[in-house]
């Protein structure tokens, strides 16, 4: 945090000395960027393209999964796998691991 502090803060030879919150802060209020720091949402496409209407019925489509699993295959996988587990890997390492645990089985 602290060398985040001072980096945010020093001065910028090329910019004239000023620092690169100073060079952030002067961009915002340059007048052509005036438009994003009101709240009207209509400034923030050109007035040529139309506003796309917001939709709220979006699903997802997945095919039906055609495989059977035992009763000690599903407490298996249930005791190996915890969905809930941060993999640390955005549940990339988990999905694996699934898969590869049903193709253990035969089910895929």
């Known amino acids: 945090m602290e060398f985040e502090a001072q980096w945010n803060n020093h001065p910028l030879r090329t ?16 007048s052509d960027n005036q438009r994003y720091l009101n709240n009207d949402t209509n400034n923030f496409n050109d007035q040529e393209t139309p506003v796309p209407e917001l939709q709220t019925n979006n699903t997802v489509q997945l095919r039906e999964l055609d495989f059977n699993l035992s009763e000690d295959q599903v407490a298996h996988l249930n005791e190996a796998i915890d969905p809930m587990r941060d993999d640390g890997n955005h549940g990339i390492t988990l999905f694996q691991e699934t898969v590869n645990l049903l193709n253990s089985f035969g089910a895929v």
């Open 15 to 30: 910019e004239n000395n000023r620092s690169p919150n100073m060079v952030w802060m002067q961009g915002l209020l340059r």
